[in-house]
């Protein structure tokens, strides 16, 4: 058996990286072309891609960015290899070939991050043995799938409050719709970006990630609006007829009696994968079966099936990984 690394986009057949998209189990949005290609226009994110073939047959892709945030200090002790959605492999690949590119993605990136985390979105069971094997430690991680057959069974799952605040919040005047001017962008990223320093208080991408997702073939960002102006909204990707991812989402909840708009940006979402014959709603996290998450219990009433498909984390420097974590944690509390 003969096996080839691919060390770059160049180096990968795009006919065969279609193939294995369009069968593999643990295909999504985040290891198509189309995603690598959206991370290497941005200018914040060093993006990649490796594959490995068995006798000239493309039989797995590992994609995403090395990315680290803040001043000087705070970015050498933040540098990530992030992988979203897990590892494109085919159902066949034999344990030496999965190895052999996992072995490559961990020399390759070791010089370029602290920690690899790979985050996945379908089920690796079958595979697990294979990455522990080749140092990847598997953390338990939470999430929702929505089934969206139909808006009327979508809506039924939902739970009564939640179909209740989003007739009220229709009443009320809110409305949804596509951000399909640059203001909207910018109203919504104005939004996300105070709740992420004033709640959620981690790193959020440059506005440029969402103006240029909003130009994706696959990108889509949802607006609520009321008397005008931008209240919530939700940037999604799409994979084929399969899955809507929720990427981002947010909503100034509170301001006006009756409007919720963090629940319609995420009926947005889920509406839109039902109405155009999308199999599931991707809620992308639902955080550590371990911790209280009140994002988790917000995400819970919206009808989805839970599961955990959890993360594999490689850390390829063990004492600035531990002193990172400890001065990131030790920043955000003083927040």
Same mark, same amino acid.
């Given at each position: ?41 941005l200018s914040f994110m060093q993006a990649f891609v490796f594959g490995v073939s068995e006798n000239d047959k493309l039989v797995g892709v590992l994609c995403g960015y090395v990315i680290a945030d803040g001043n000087f200090v705070k970015r050498y002790f933040s540098r990530r290899a992030i992988v979203p959605g897990g590892v494109l492999i085919d159902a066949n690949i034999s344990d030496k070939a999965l190895q052999t590119l996992l072995d490559y993605a961990k020399n390759e990136l070791s010089h370029k991050a602290i920690y690899i985390e790979i985050r996945n ?71 996300? +970006? *105070?709740? &992420? ?7 959020? @991408?440059?506005? /440029? ?6 130009? %994706? ?72 079966? +371990? *911790?209280? &998450? ?7 009433? @919206?009808?989805? /099936? ?6 594999? %984390? ?22």
């Amino acid at each position: 058996m003969q096996i080839n690394v691919h060390k770059s986009v160049c180096e990968i057949n795009t006919n065969q990286w279609d193939e294995l998209i369009n069968h593999s189990s643990t295909a999504s949005f985040f290891q198509t072309k189309e995603c690598y290609d959206f991370y290497a226009s941005l200018s914040f994110m060093q993006a990649f891609v490796f594959g490995v073939s068995e006798n000239d047959k493309l039989v797995g892709v590992l994609c995403g960015y090395v990315i680290a945030d803040g001043n000087f200090v705070k970015r050498y002790f933040s540098r990530r290899a992030i992988v979203p959605g897990g590892v494109l492999i085919d159902a066949n690949i034999s344990d030496k070939a999965l190895q052999t590119l996992l072995d490559y993605a961990k020399n390759e990136l070791s010089h370029k991050a602290i920690y690899i985390e790979i985050r996945n979105y379908n089920d690796y069971s079958a595979f697990r043995p294979v990455f522990e094997k080749a140092g990847f430690a598997y953390q338990p991680h939470l999430n929702f799938h929505v089934p969206t057959p139909s808006v009327e069974t979508a809506l039924n799952q939902l739970s009564s409050s939640k179909r209740r605040q989003i007739k009220l919040s229709f009443k009320a005047g809110a409305t949804i719709g596509l951000a399909d001017t640059s203001e909207d962008i910018k109203q919504f990223y104005d939004l996300l +970006e *105070e709740l &992420y320093r004033n709640k959620v208080r981690t790193p959020l @991408f440059p506005n /440029e990630f969402f103006y240029k997702l909003a130009a %994706l073939r696959s990108g889509r960002i949802f607006v609520v609006k009321f008397k005008e102006k931008v209240i919530g909204g939700i940037a999604c990707v799409l994979f084929d007829k399969n899955t809507v991812y929720e990427w981002f989402v947010c909503g100034d909840d509170g301001l006006e009696k009756n409007l919720y708009p963090s629940v319609l940006a995420t009926w947005a979402g889920i509406e839109y994968a039902a109405t155009n014959g999308f199999e599931r709603f991707d809620f992308m996290g639902a955080g550590k079966p +371990e *911790e209280n &998450y009140g994002v988790r219990d917000f995400k819970s009433k @919206f009808g989805g /099936e839970l599961v955990e498909h959890g993360r594999f %984390l490689y850390i390829c420097k063990p004492l600035l990984y531990t002193l990172g974590k400890f001065i990131v944690q030790k920043v955000k509390r003083a927040k």
